[in-house]
């Protein structure tokens, strides 16, 4: 399935609940919500994420919400920085 081009104008979104859909893919447009600070998206078929969420400043470690091995495609200088965004946070 796909999520609706308009869901990309809501540059307020904060949080985004995606979990349990047929998801297969999450577009590279999500890199464009920037006040996105958690996401949902277990359950879904996703293989892999974008590296585009690396985009969104606000977002942390403990706000993306995905399984361990789909976390595990990001690139690594995606997964530090939002490591470091929870550490900073603390």
């Given amino acids: ?10 540059r307020k979104l904060r949080t985004l609940h995606l979990g349990n859909n ?4 999450l577009p590279s447009r999500v890199g464009e919500l920037a006040s996105l600070s958690q996401i949902e998206l277990r359950g879904n078929r996703l293989e892999c994420l974008p590296v585009e969420l690396g985009d969104c400043p606000l977002l942390k470690r403990s ?9 595990n495609t990001l690139p690594l200088e995606v997964k530090e ?3 470091r965004a929870d550490k900073e946070q603390a």
């Fill in 1 to 10: 399935e796909a999520l609706p081009a308009e869901l990309f104008q809501c």
């Fill in 22 to 25: 047929v998801l297969q893919s």
């Fill in 63 to 71: 706000g993306l919400v995905v399984e361990e091995d789909l976390f």
């Fill in 81 to 83: 920085r939002l490591w």
